[in-house]
């Protein structure tokens, strides 16, 4: 039983900085490391993607819209996922979602309530 809880959203001009902060209860570190982690986004009116993806040993992977701005990061100690966003543009504008997904039991999946990003003049 993994929680998940996302901070750091907010309203940003275009060019602007926001890191994103998932940290995640109910797991000690030691089980936490089993799980991928990721950040996925859904626009109004549109899909959910993924934006960010982080496994247990720290292999990376992002969406091509995000690579060269986006860095996702892991602390395996202080059971936390962040996603540090730079350049943001209108079209980051989105619900970001931390998910959880364990890497021996893909049926162990969590998702958090997600944080707003708001990208405008």
């Known amino acids: 039983q993994v929680r998940l809880v996302e901070s750091g959203g907010g309203l940003v001009q275009p060019g602007g900085s926001l890191r994103l902060s998932c940290a995640a209860s109910?797991?000690?570190?030691?089980?936490?490391?089993?799980?991928?982690m990721g950040w996925y986004r859904q626009a109004s009116g549109k899909q959910r993607e993924l934006v960010a993806i982080?496994?247990?040993?720290?292999?990376?992977s992002y969406a091509d819209s995000v690579k060269g701005r986006f860095t996702i990061s892991r602390d395996n100690v202080k059971s936390t996922v962040a996603l540090q966003m730079n350049g943001l543009k209108p079209e980051d504008t989105a619900m970001y979602y931390c998910?959880?997904?364990?890497?021996?039991?893909?049926?162990?999946?969590?998702w958090g309530q997600g944080t707003q990003v708001t990208v405008s003049s």
């Open positions: 998910n959880a997904r364990n890497a021996r039991n893909a049926g162990r999946n969590y």
């Open positions: 982080i496994g247990p040993t720290g292999s990376v």
């Open positions: 109910g797991a000690s570190g030691s089980i936490f490391s089993i799980y991928v």
